[in-house]
């Protein structure tokens, strides 16, 4: 079973910064990719970036491009998503994201969600 831990929301004043991290275990094959949604109240579930394993590949939403940096550590099987300057709208349960691909079909596992709040 694949498990993948949250840390490092919180709250953070407008112009601020929070890294947040998430840490698999269980067996995963090295072709997965990682990233990072959010939901804020009212809204639907939306992407924010993603990281491809073993290609270091990158891709981000929009709304972050320029502010947000997603990255990962192989030796501490680590996702991180470093994000600059915050405004309320980034405020939402961010959610880590794992999937990868078998000759069955595929394989998606969700995180517990952290809390970032951005507000004076």
């Known amino acids: 079973q694949v498990q993948l831990v949250e840390a490092g929301g919180g709250l953070v004043q407008p112009g601020g910064s929070l890294r947040l991290s998430c840490t698999a275990s269980?067996?995963?094959?090295?072709?997965?990719?990682m990233g990072w949604y959010r939901q804020a109240p009212g809204k639907e579930r939306e992407f924010v970036a993603r990281?491809?394993?073993?290609?270091?590949?990158?891709v981000y939403a929009d709304s972050v491009k320029g502010r947000f940096t997603i990255s990962r550590d192989n030796a501490k099987n680590t996702v991180y998503l470093q994000m600059g300057s915050l405004q309320p709208e980034d405020t939402a349960v961010y959610y880590c994201?794992?999937?990868?691909?078998?000759?069955?079909?595929?394989?998606?596992?969700w995180g517990q969600g952290t809390q970032v709040t951005v507000s004076s």
């Open positions: 990281i491809g394993w073993s290609s270091g590949n990158t």
């Open positions: 269980g067996s995963i094959p090295s072709n997965n990719v």
């Open positions: 994201n794992l999937i990868y691909y078998t000759r069955i079909g595929t394989e998606e596992y």
